[in-house]
């Protein structure tokens, strides 16, 4: 037991859309440089729950504390401000904006220049951005007008420019999602050592089971809005609960039938 | 009592004609995206065609079928039009059909004139719907009657359409999701060009129904084309039912508004709009617009400032500019005067619309209210031009925070609309105020001090303005707030996620561009020597979309070419023709089928592709290459 | 900013444009704007109106033996626009002198700005009394009754009808508010006894017919002053026919008889109103004759009142720059003012005092016949009879 508080503490959330509870007192804490997996299946809260660590949706009860302060029912851009990073689902950029100036906003942003009317944007800050390009692979393709990139590498500017503000926490929403295998494994082995390096908490939700295996040291799943398992990979994986939620019933007595007959 | 329910009655029979027009609107709207201001022209059209058809066919069959007939025949037309110009402009920019039905609209206004005559026309009244009725000593109009039942009868009509046939599915599934229906491998020419068709079917039904009420004239379009726009976003884009709901809303707040309060017409509609979209953004009973999904690829040429080769030409063309007074005459440089103010008026549309994406239907409130301020400084206040010029504009800023405000909460079209409805409320305030204004007769003598009164001294006045607000915004586009704003302009979540307050830039925006344009309306107070209702008027505002359309909606300046070739033309054409409006009309027409990118769009994509063919591999074809190493 | 480049040539342009002129000594110029196409019902009669006048006075040897020319040009309706024109016509045309409009804010916009560029400005039909009283200025002179006169010459009529209650039907903007503000100004001064029970205003053109006639009769006038006109005057007609609003009520109505707007009612066209207008087929004067005969020679159409502006408009510019023998404007004022002339309708004369011509109006009773509208029992009024005093006029009129 430490007693600095932990990078995210996520205590008792709960969030009901007309009596039906999307998400249900789930709790759970992320360590800095810890890569966290939040999975589960489809309707299990999984996203009702990323949404409410990132600000785009409030908890009915519960609460969201990143380095112990308080950031429950805050704005994403207030969020944002306390140093979490994220990436979406769907990538979000600035599509008729180049590589480099999509990472230029958010360290303008970061710089508190969002009102300067006189400087020139196109100057600021290019080292840095620069740096942060060249950090996720993409420092060849600064001028690149966004709207003509490949979708993997739209997802590496999105890393970039989460790390714009020099994140103590990045919240990833299924970063692998749309992705060919490759690109895949090169994108969360980019993270994970990135994560490592800065000492930067990740917190991921992810369908590609492979990729949540290989990258999380550590993941919690939900299913039907509560959190089931908590563990590593090693352990959710031979949790009997997490089987019969992902693989059904036939595919868990599968597996307890052959751990009987291997016995 | 019986009173009031004739009182009701009427207003009902008033809202039938509204919605039949209002629903045709809707439908294209919902569909095509399209923003259709050519609907009033052909409302207009069927109303002539239904004149002429009706006083040749006798008899009752006569006139029913004439209004029948007429109605698809106007629909053909719509057809014709949909498959001839607006098909080739689809995948244009957002709103560049909106300029293409303009000129059209244009065009419409005086081929009635030329086809029918100037006269006003009165039409046959409906056979078996001439008299009234009587309930309890009131009487009412038996064609009101009528109207009361057609009403929800065509809604019944479209209901079962929408619902039972499988056209209907299709359309409103392509209202809710174009790409979707796309995709599904539907023809999706033909459902735009039949929904087109049965828009512009309504339309003209709605305008030949009007024969026996009304007089046919070339500016029934204008009347209630606007009206039409209110009641279709007050209902809800694309939906139906809200266009009916919305239509018997306004006519019987009007029916009963002028009971108490006389002069509340010319308004009331754009309150309950305003009132409406504050309360409930999407309208009664619309949903929130999907966020477009960008066709990646469609705007690729990124902005970038100046190099130091193009500022040079800038500054030549300037220097050129400038020399004009040693050779023209007092006429042109009047006219370089008025050109030069609205290049300062187009370019604070651009920046709001093409650098903030917040497109204003309303802008010239803010123009308008740069001028009125003068005019106040200078004729209640008595203070000096150089002051006036200074303080003039806060007005229009003053207006832009309050309105800009509200209006920044919206987006889309319904930013659009209750821009549209601002600006509407301020023009009935200078309208309806005369102890304050003058009303429509305005304020006189605002004439510049000597040192500005010589055209010269007033053309290069209004030049360096020119000049310096074009550079201002220029500047500001590639300054960390114009980074800041063309971000909330791509995307809202991503610039909420990295610590954006889009909405408050946007504020910024608006705030920005409003008092620009305050400073444009400034200048033209002086130009003109007096201020009237009309400098804040929607024709004005259509004049600045035109304007920024035309010079390319994509470009960094195209708004400057925009208004020094719109102006100049329009301008040109009025003093050269009385059919001005048939040649403008024509030549936007012109420009959309030509250049559907605007003048320095079209310009700069030559320019590029000149550029592409000479050295290999451009980033679009290198792309593929390099992703896949 | 390439764009400047396409300013030059714009300016080239019109330049260009411009340069045509080079007025001949054996010319004189007058310049002439209207709404020819915002509002050409009315427009295009006054335009043959003054075609007419051109060809007559050059065929009787043209100005002092100079040549008329008059240039024209279109205002779209908008003050601004009329002010750009007005500036052409001075600046690149070199006209002796200003004419025309049609709205009364053009009227005041083109008013003002020959008084700031000392030109002179005949205005021909702007009805509101600011031209020549409140924002009258030395350079402005106007032909038409206005809307004082006009009303004037209602209130006679209608002051010696019974009726005590009245409502009033007017157009929400400057034109219909001082109409209706001086039909009961001089009509109250007049009957002491009547009550104003209800006034309507629907917006100029956008008239909703049916709840303005509902809502007017269910205050009960005895009377209705009316002062819409063109296609918001159809509609109010049409509803007013089919609920029975002007069964047993008297109506007094501005301009109604005018061809321009009593033509297009045909068979629905109210009998018994009273108003002002242009009964051309029953005057019968050799001024009018002449001018009807050469009209329909020309034409092969009937006159409207747009037909009589027109024409008297250029023949009094004639007459003007005729005895003035110049076209300095000081000189021109000077000519005009208190200078008398014939008119179709019989002499008139521009008063020194404000600078209003006597031209007058005829008033008479709307009556259906041969399913066409036609003005009956119809008498002329001379302008001079219908104005406020010199010492009135004084103090409505600012000091040049």
């Known amino acids: 037991m430490s007693v600095a508080p932990p990078l995210l503490a996520v205590e008792g959330l709960t969030k009901s859309y007309g009596g039906v509870h999307a998400v249900r007192g789930v709790s759970f804490s992320l360590r800095a440089g810890e890569i966290l997996a939040l999975i589960g299946p489809n309707g299990a809260g999984k996203s009702t729950c990323f949404d409410m660590l990132n600000g785009q949706n409030k908890p009915d009860t519960g609460h969201v504390r990143l380095l112990g302060e308080d950031t429950t029912g805050r704005k994403p851009r207030e969020i944002w401000r306390m140093g979490v990073g994220r990436t979406f689902q769907i990538t979000a950029t600035f599509a008729t904006m180049t590589v480099r100036e999509n990472v230029q906003v958010a360290l ?131 949790n009997p609960q997490v089987q019969a939620v992902y693989l059904g019933e036939g595919l868990l007595y599968d597996a307890q039938h052959r751990e009987g007959a291997s016995a | 009592m019986a009173f009031y329910v004739v009182q009701f009655l009427t207003g009902l029979a008033s809202a039938a004609s509204l919605f039949l027009v209002a629903s045709g609107l809707s439908i294209i709207f919902g569909v095509t995206r399209i923003v259709n201001f050519a609907h009033g022209a052909f409302y207009m059209i069927g109303a002539y065609v239904a004149f002429t058809l009706t006083e040749r066919l006798s008899g009752a069959f006569g006139f029913w079928g004439a209004i029948v007939i007429a109605a698809f025949a106007v629909a053909l037309i719509g057809v014709l039009v949909e498959m001839v110009l607006l098909r080739r402009i689809y995948h244009a920019p957002e709103l560049f059909q909106l300029l293409a039905t303009f000129g059209l609209t244009l065009m419409v206004e005086d081929l009635v004139v030329l086809i029918w005559g100037p006269d006003d026309l009165v039409g046959r009244r409906a056979p078996g719907f001439k008299g009234a009725i009587d309930f309890f000593g009131q009487n009412i109009p038996s064609y009101d009657l009528f109207l009361i039942v057609l009403g929800p009868v065509v809604l019944g009509i479209l209901w079962l359409l929408f619902q039972r046939t499988r056209w209907g599915v299709l359309v409103r599934a392509a209202t809710q999701d174009r790409d979707m229906v796309a995709a599904l491998g539907v023809n999706q020419k033909w459902l735009f060009t039949s929904v087109f068709a049965v828009g512009v079917f309504l339309a003209a039904l709605g305008g030949a129904l009007q024969i026996p009420r009304d007089a046919v004239h070339h ?90 080769n193009e500022r040079l030409a800038s500054l030549a063309a300037f220097v050129i500019a400038a020399t004009l007074p040693l050779f023209a005459g007092n006429y042109a440089l009047t006219v370089g005067s008025e050109i030069a103010i609205f290049v300062i008026f187009a370019v604070s549309l651009h920046f709001l619309m093409s650098v903030g994406g917040l497109a204003s239907f309303g802008h010239a409130a803010y123009f308008g209210l740069g001028a009125y301020g003068v005019a106040f400084l200078a004729k209640m206040a008595g203070l000096p031009m150089i002051v006036c010029l200074l303080l003039g504009p806060l007005l229009g800023c003053m207006g832009a925070a309050v309105f800009g405000f509200f209006a920044v909460q919206l987006s889309g079209v319904y930013f659009a609309m209750l821009t549209l409805a601002f600006a509407q409320i301020v023009w009935s305030i200078a309208f309806q105020w005369v102890s304050v204004t003058g009303g429509d007769n305005g304020i006189l003598g605002v004439w510049p001090s000597s040192w500005a009164a010589s055209p010269s001294h007033f053309y290069w006045l209004a030049l360096g303005v020119a000049a310096l607000v074009t550079i201002a915004l220029r500047a500001m586009v590639f300054s960390p707030f114009g980074y800041a704003l063309r971000a909330t302009r791509d995307s809202l979540l991503r610039s909420e996620a990295v610590g954006i307050n889009a909405k408050r830039i946007q504020w910024t925006a608006f705030v920005i561009a409003g008092t620009t344009a305050g400073i444009g309306g400034a200048l033209f107070a002086y130009l003109k020597g007096s201020v009237f209702p009309d400098n804040l008027g929607i024709s004005l505002s259509v004049d600045a979309l035109v304007m920024v359309l035309l010079g390319g909606v994509e470009t960094v300046s195209g708004a400057v070419i925009g208004a020094i070739v719109y102006k100049a033309l329009n301008i040109w054409l009025v003093s050269q023709t009385d059919l001005s409006k048939l040649v403008l009309g024509g030549f936007i027409v012109l420009i959309v089928v030509v250049f559907p990118k605007g003048i320095v769009g079209m310009l700069e994509m030559l320019a590029q592709r000149r550029r592409k063919t000479s050295p290999p591999g451009s980033p679009l074809l290198a792309k593929p290459i390099e992703s896949a190493e | ?222 009377a209705i002053l009316n002062v819409t006109f063109g296609a918001d005057l ?125 031209l007058g109006a005829y008033v008479g009773k709307t009556a259906l016949k041969d399913g066409k509208g036609v003005m009956v029992d119809s008498s002329y009024k001379k302008g001079a009879d219908y104005l406020p005093s010199d010492a009135e006029v004084e103090k409505l009129r600012p000091k040049d």
Not at chain 2, 250 to 271: T, Y
Not at chain 3, 133 to 149: A, D, Q, V
Not at chain 3, 287 to 314: C, M
């Open chain 3, 234 to 358: 159809v509609k109010l007609v049409r509803e007013g026919n089919t609920r029975g609003l002007f069964k047993g009520r008297e109506v007094v109505s501005f301009l109604t008889g005018e061809p321009e707007y009593l033509d297009p009612l045909k068979e629905e066209t109210p009998e018994g109103w009273i108003v002002t207008g242009y009964p051309w087929y029953s005057i019968k004067t050799p001024e009018h004759d002449a001018f009807l005969k050469a009209y329909q020679a020309k034409y092969n159409d009937y006159p409207r009142l747009g037909s009589i502006v027109g024409y008297q408009t250029i023949k009094s510019a004639a007459a003007i720059l005729a005895k003035a023998g110049s076209t300095d404007p000081e000189k021109l004022i000077a000519a005009a003012e208190g200078l008398s002339m014939p008119s179709p309708f019989g002499e008139i004369t521009f008063r020194k005092i404000d600078h209003q011509s006597t």
């Open chain 2, 219 to 308: 500016a029934m379009d204008l009347r209630i084309i606007v009206e039409v726009f209110v009641v279709v976003v007050i209902g809800g884009l694309g939906s139906i039912i809200g266009a009916f709901v919305a239509a018997v809303l306004v006519s019987e707040l009007n029916a009963f508004g002028i009971l108490i309060f006389p002069k509340i017409s010319i308004i009331l509609v754009f309150l309950v709009m305003a009132a409406v979209l504050i309360v409930r953004p999407w309208g009664l009973f619309g949903r929130p617009e999907a966020p477009a999904r960008k066709t990646p690829g469609l705007t690729v040429n990124p902005w970038r400032p100046l190099t130091s």
């Open chain 1, 108 to 238: 303008i942003s970061h710089g508190k220049q969002l009102y300067n009317l006189w400087g020139s944007a196109p100057n600021f800050d290019r080292g840095e951005a620069g740096r942060l390009l060249e950090l996720v692979g993409m420092g060849g393709y600064a001028d690149r007008p966004c709207g003509e990139l490949a979708y993997g590498d739209l997802k590496r500017l999105e890393l970039a420019v989460a790390l714009a503000n020099q994140p103590k926490l990045l919240l990833m929403d299924e970063p692998t999602a749309g992705m060919a295998p490759r690109e895949r494994v090169d994108l969360m082995r980019l993270t994970a050592q990135i994560a490592r390096e800065k000492s930067i908490g990740v917190l991921f939700t992810e369908h590609d089971m492979d990729v949540v295996f290989e990258h999380a040291d550590r993941i919690i799943v939900l299913n039907r809005g509560t959190l089931i398992a908590e563990g590593s990979p090693a352990e959710v994986r031979g």
């Open chain 3, 1 to 222: 900013m390439r764009a400047k480049n396409y300013f030059v040539g714009a300016a080239f342009a019109l330049l260009a444009s411009g340069m045509a002129h080079s007025a001949l000594a054996q010319e004189i110029k007058i310049g002439e704007i209207n709404s020819y196409s915002l509002l050409p019902a009315f427009t295009e009669p006054y335009r043959k109106g003054w075609q007419l006048a051109v060809e007559e006075i050059n065929a009787a040897g043209g100005i002092n033996g100079k040549k008329l020319i008059v240039v024209s040009k279109d205002d779209g309706g908008k003050p601004a626009d009329a002010q750009t024109a007005a500036n052409e016509l001075v600046s690149s045309e070199g006209v002796a002198m200003l004419t025309g409009t049609f709205l009364s804010n053009i009227g005041l916009a083109v008013s003002d700005f020959a008084n700031q560029k000392k030109v002179f400005f005949l205005a021909a039909e702007p009805l509101t009394d600011a031209v020549t009283w409140s924002k009258g200025n030395k350079y402005t002179f106007r032909l038409r009754p206005s809307n004082y006169m006009q009303a004037a010459m209602l209130v006679e009529a209608a002051s010696k009808l019974p009726a005590k209650r009245w409502a009033t039907i007017a157009p929400n903007y400057e034109y219909g508010q001082s109409a209706v503000a001086v039909f009961k100004k001089l009509m109250s001064e007049k009957r002491p006894d009547i009550q104003w029970v209800d006034e309507q205003w629907p917006p100029q053109g956008k008239i909703d017919a049916g709840p303005v006639v509902q809502a007017v009769a269910a205050a009960n006038p005895e």
